[in-house]
């Protein structure tokens, strides 16, 4: 038998049919009247997601896209700007941040950490020409979930930009751009947004938009000042030929989460992955990530002694059609990752935890399969709604 792939990896992410086949519709061209009431929805639904009423734009990018239009378009080389690391993706920002000529100054925790906003605000005191942090959201490397109502607060009346990598986070957790102060925050459409990859979003305070109409930036495609002048046109558009086939699905899977409501997503992630935790538990597994900072997108687990992760990705997806994902970074060797956010259900992780069981039998590891499900199934009763 070939089944498809069943991707419990935290992005791309298993997407439904009908969004996938929405995909597939008839193009519209993106200088008529025709595609600019698409662009105008998708940009008003990603603004409720993101929760703010200020600026938003959609690129034709994945999320690094978006982060470098957000470096590009805020400062100006020689500049100072606050990059916190709690993984592979804060490091992405410090690498961005020095390709434009920013000056670094990096907050760098060891991983598995979530960041603490009296370290951000110290490094603030001592270095006061900083013009801007970047923080993960949610760091995919090392399922950190970073607490952006914190730091936002606490950054309010400081003069700085903050700037949130939300590309694994946004539409999968609780996100409130403006009532945690963030002034820009970049996703794209593969993860939580449940779409397939090729577009990116970035939203911008007004306090954010102000300082990119001053910036020269440094580039020409991802130049936001061309994507305002094209919404505000009397056909609202796009600067380029956008991804109009993946705008289709995006509204889709737009319309989708709105009708089925937010809160409920959050929540149906949160049950995956308390799930998750609780079968790795029983079965002597340990997470990598501190309690206090483990997040709903993904679990981040160590894999046993004597077992190279990739082992078991290799074997969960070769005999069982499941993919997960290995590590990534310093942590390469030690670790496997599962998500929790996707269009998948109850179902899907209790296979993937049956497998995984199996796998580790077969590997030695487990001496008999059922702990793991067991605990989870145990987890999902308590918890029905
Ligand atoms: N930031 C985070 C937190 C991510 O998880 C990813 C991708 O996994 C990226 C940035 C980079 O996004 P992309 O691969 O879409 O360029």
């Known amino acids: 038998m070939e089944l498809d792939l069943l991707l419990m990896t935290p992005g791309p992410v298993t997407i439904d049919s009908d969004i996938l086949l929405a995909g597939a519709q008839p193009l519209k061209h993106h200088r008529t009247n025709d595609f600019a009431p698409l662009y105008a929805e998708c940009v008003e639904r990603c603004k409720r ?15 690094t ?43 760098k925790y060891p991983w598995g950490h979530r960041a603490k906003v009296d370290d951000i605000l110290k490094m603030l005191d001592q270095h006061p020409g900083i013009k801007g942090v970047t923080v993960t959201f949610n760091e995919t490397s090392t399922g950190v979930h970073n607490d952006m109502a914190v730091i936002g607060k606490a950054l309010k009346d400081r003069n700085v930009l903050l700037i949130v990598d939300g590309v694994s986070g946004i539409g999968a957790l609780p996100f409130d751009m403006d009532g945690w102060n963030i002034d820009v925050a970049v996703c794209a459409s593969q993860k939580g947004f449940l779409t397939p990859p090729g577009i990116g979003m970035i939203a911008l305070s007004e306090k954010a938009f102000a300082r990119m109409m001053k910036v020269e930036c440094h580039g020409y495609y991802f130049d936001l000042k061309h994507y305002k002048k094209n919404q505000d046109m009397k056909i609202p558009s796009y600067p380029w030929t956008p991804a109009i086939s993946v705008m289709f699905s995006l509204q889709k899977a ?45 679990t981040v687990i160590n894999s046993p002694e004597g077992i190279h992760p990739t082992a078991i990705v290799n074997e969960i997806r070769d005999q069982y059609g499941v993919l997960v994902a290995g590590g990534q970074g310093q942590i390469t060797d030690s670790v496997f990752r599962i998500t929790t956010i996707g269009s998948i259900g109850e179902r899907d992780l209790i296979s993937t935890v049956g497998l995984l069981e199996l796998a580790l039998t077969k590997l030695g590891y ?20």
């Open 366 to 385: 487990c001496k008999e399969p059922g702990e793991g499900t067991r605990a989870l199934l145990k987890t999902f009763a308590a918890m029905r709604n």
């Open 65 to 107: 896209g978006t982060m470098e239009t957000a470096i590009a378009n805020h400062f100006h080389p020689g500049e100072q700007v606050l990059t916190v690391e709690t993984g592979a993706f804060g490091e992405r920002f410090t690498e961005i941040a020095k390709a434009f000529r920013l000056e670094v100054v990096p907050l």
């Open 254 to 298: 737009l319309e989708k989460m709105e009708r089925i409501g937010m809160e409920k997503i959050y929540a149906h992630y949160h049950k995956l992955a308390e799930g998750l935790r609780q079968a790795m538990k029983a079965m002597g597994l340990s997470i990598f990530t501190q309690p206090d900072a483990q997040s709903n997108v993904l």
């Open 49 to 63: 997601i993101f929760k703010t009423r200020q600026h938003l734009f959609l690129t034709l990018s994945s999320g």
